[in-house]
């Protein structure tokens, strides 16, 4: 099994990638600002994995015998970080003494704030650049030597925001612009890694709430897809075989019947 570093691993796409990579048995560092939702994220995903498993025993002409029942071995870290501060990550990570060998790193991690060009302030900016920009580039920077180590993979949930800018969404889209960029980048410097963008649609979590509040909509969250639904998407990309690699891939909501 692998291990896997999920940032943003307390939101809705985040928290339901943890749940499912716990699931098939990979060893977690979840990261995330509160370390008070990152203990009862962690204290959820051991209640799921530390049930027990059953394992057919097959003799040795492969032929399937006793079933065995097994417990998850599984070990799941958290770890605070600010990613407003992506100048500061070097040194939290260096005191985290993460492993030498990395399988995958998940940048799950957002923030959007909307608003028009005229009313958006350079704070507004630095803000959702930093998250959603600049602290991706600098962990995957100080993360690329144990990445390389296991010729890892590198998944960034970006949003279809990454791809059309709106109204209303010029900080937000810019910022993903620029993650999409530094994907196609990283994907033509490191061909030892795999590199995969994924571009939600809208999604039913929690900043989808905030953003139906700005646009001054009610949230529905039987309107947008899952956010199970858009992370099982994202760990079969991450399970593709070895030969392949999903570079892009969209998820969309289903269009409701009217």
Known sequence: MGTYLITGATGGIGA???ELLADRGHDLILAGRSAERLDA???TLRSRVHSSTQVIVR???GQ???VRTTASQTTTRTLALDLTEPRRLEAALA???LPDRMDGVIHAAGMVDLGRVAEQDADHW???????LVSAAELTRILLPALRAARGHVLFVNSTAGRRANPNWSAYAASKFGLRALADSLRAEEPDLRVTTLYPGRTATGMQQKVRAQENRPYDPSEFADATTVARVLVGAL???PDAVVSEVTVSPRPRKR
């Open 16 to 18: 339901a990638a943890a």
């Open 64 to 66: 399937p015998g006793a």
């Open 239 to 241: 399970e593709t075989p």
């Open 59 to 61: 003799d040795q002409n």
């Open 95 to 97: 005191e985290a003494a």
């Open 41 to 43: 994220l962690t204290a």
């Open 126 to 132: 630095i803000d959702q650049l930093m998250v959603n």
